[in-house]
C-alpha cells in the first residue's frame, strides 16, 4: 500500500475503517474488526417495508457506485433483485421518489450527511446487512497484523475501547448491550423482575 504526498510516494503498514471484499483479501490481511455500521434503505411510504435483504427480491434497488453497498449489493446478487448504479446520493433519492426505483441502498449515518429527504422518504435500517471494519495490513505481515490484533484486544478488555466507541462512533452506531453494561444495575433490575413476580404471584 503506497501513496504520495507532496509528489514523494511513501509507505502505509496500516489502513483503518477497510471493509474486506474478496479483491482486497488478494493483497490485504486484516485483523478483527473494530467497528460496525448497518446498511439504510429510503423508499416511498407507499411501498412495502424493505427490513430484511430477502425484502430486495423483485425490485430495483439504486446504490451509490463505488461504495461498499455496491460491492456488497453485488456480491449477494442484488438479492433477487435489479441493482441501478448511480455517482450521486441525491439523484438516487429523487428518482426513488419519483417512483423510477424500489429503493436507495446506502451506508448508514454517511445517508445523514449527504442526503436531503426532503421528499418523506421512509428510512429503514435493513436487519441483516451489517458492514464491520477491520485494519488492514500488507498480504502476509503477520507480524504486524499480531500486534494490531493485541492492541484491539487489549483496549477492549480494560474499557478503553467502550470510551472511545461511545466518544466517536456511538453517536453513528449504537453499540450492541452486553452483560458488563447491565451489572452496575443489577440490584434495580432484580428488584423490578421481583416486584413483577410478586405481582403475577
Not at 474488526?33 to 430484511?52: C, K, L, N, T
Not at 433477487?80 to 436507495?104: F, S, V
Request: charge should be positive.
Amino acid at each position: 500500500m503506497r501513496q504520495r504526498s507532496g509528489g514523494r510516494p511513501f509507505k502505509l503498514d496500516a489502513l483503518a475503517n477497510v471493509v474486506p471484499t474478496d479483491a482486497r483479501r488478494e493483497t490485504m490481511d486484516f485483523s478483527i474488526s473494530h467497528a460496525f455500521v448497518r446498511g439504510v434503505v429510503y423508499m416511498r411510504r407507499d411501498q412495502p417495508r424493505i427490513r430484511r435483504s430477502a425484502d430486495f427480491a423483485g425490485k430495483t434497488i439504486a446504490v451509490l457506485e463505488g461504495t461498499i453497498s455496491a460491492t456488497y449489493a453485488r456480491k449477494n446478487h442484488a438479492w433477487g433483485g435489479t441493482l441501478r448504479p448511480y455517482t450521486n446520493q441525491q439523484e438516487a433519492i429523487d428518482a426513488t421518489m419519483r417512483g423510477e426505483i424500489d429503493a436507495t441502498l446506502l451506508v448508514y449515518a454517511m445517508d445523514r450527511k449527504y442526503i436531503v429527504n426532503d421528499h418523506g422518504l421512509r428510512r429503514d435500517f435493513i436487519d441483516d446487512i451489517v458492514y464491520k471494519f477491520h485494519f488492514a495490513v500488507h498480504k502476509g505481515d503477520s507480524s504486524r497484523l499480531a500486534q494490531i490484533n493485541e492492541a484491539l484486544a487489549t483496549v477492549r478488555d480494560d474499557g478503553t475501547f467502550d470510551h472511545l466507541y461511545t466518544k466517536w462512533i456511538g453517536s453513528i452506531e449504537p453499540r450492541p448491550i452486553r452483560l458488563a453494561d447491565l451489572r452496575p444495575h443489577a440490584a434495580k433490575i432484580g428488584f423490578g423482575a421481583l416486584i413483577v413476580v410478586a405481582i403475577f404471584w
